[in-house]
């Protein structure tokens, strides 16, 4: 696994890379979900490396996130993940490309897959189906509550953790998952912090999130039904859903149609991190979509 690096508009993006551009036709690029980093696929990646030992395998870290800048004074609009990956993948590599995205990773790479149909040769979603969407009377309300939350988060004072071990445990409550699993992403998503002289005693070290807290303020817009329905409508090439059988129960319905592409749906074991608890699977199914292309 090697780190790589790449200067866009909006600052520095980090990426884990296996392979390189060269002896492959296709680069997959891998985009990870809200508040995790690079390390979500660092199991996957390794798996289809050693079925395909010649593909050329790209982890990023979202802006935000990770080892990546943090936008300043940005509340990371979601519409702006589509113009980094834009910027990201003109520097990556010629390559057909094939993105495999994670939640939020997920709505990414299908919008861009919409947007730019012409770039992208195939689609997989983890848990994950096409751009969040909501009634257009919630308008005002979102509005509302996205600005109230900034608000929040700018009174919040920072809590910086005793251990790694803390964080680690802190995580797997909160996605409900082994710890063991989710360890290698609390790894690349925090930093420990050295003692501090108070003039009285030193302070014992501590730990911080890497990632940026203006992410965890709420959204102030979410398009319709209807936008998210023309945007899975404009994806041409071949989609493959991949969902938990314990992940989120919305997404066990097939949301939406596309006039060029139905998705296949595949269900793994698993919650919400299911590739995490399903690396085997989940790297067969990328393969086969890999493999075809």
């Not at 609009?77 to 995205?101: A, C, M, T």
């Not at 996605?175 to 360890?183: G, K, R």
């Amino acid at each position: 696994m090697i780190e790589k690096s790449y200067s866009l508009a909006n600052g520095t993006l980090a990426t884990q890379q296996i392979g390189n551009p060269h002896p492959t036709a296709t680069t997959v690029v891998f985009i990870h979900g809200w508040l995790d980093n690079a390390a979500s696929f660092n199991q996957i990646m390794k798996q289809v490396a050693q079925s395909s030992p010649n593909a050329h395998l790209v982890a990023i870290d979202l802006f935000g996130h990770g080892f990546s800048s943090h936008k300043l004074g940005s509340y990371y609009p979601f519409h702006d993940y589509i113009d980094d990956l834009y910027q990201l993948v003109v520097k990556l590599s010629p390559n057909r490309l094939v993105l495999v995205g994670h939640s939020l990773g997920a709505l990414i790479a299908s919008c861009y897959s919409a947007a730019f149909p012409e770039k992208v040769s195939g689609l997989i979603q983890i848990e994950g189906h096409g751009p969040l969407s909501e009634a257009p009377q919630e308008t005002v309300s979102r509005l509302r509550d996205g600005v109230l939350s900034r608000l929040r988060q700018r009174r919040k004072p920072s809590r910086p953790l005793a251990s790694l071990e803390d964080a680690i445990k802190l995580r797997a409550h909160a996605n409900q998952i082994d710890a063991e699993l989710i360890a290698p992403i609390v790894e690349r998503g925090i930093v420990e912090r050295g003692t501090v002289d108070q003039g009285i005693v030193e302070c014992e070290n501590s730990w911080q999130w890497r990632c940026d807290p203006n992410l965890k303020c709420d959204s102030l817009y979410r398009m319709s039904q209807a936008h998210a329905e023309a945007i899975m409508a404009a994806i041409e090439c071949p989609q493959l859903v991949i969902l938990g059988s314990h992940g989120f129960r919305y997404l066990q319905h097939n949301r939406y149609k596309s006039e060029h592409s139905p998705p296949q749906i595949e269900m793994v074991p698993g919650g919400h991190h299911c590739h995490l608890e399903s690396p085997e699977l989940v790297s067969e199914l990328i393969l086969g979509v890999v493999n075809k292309i």
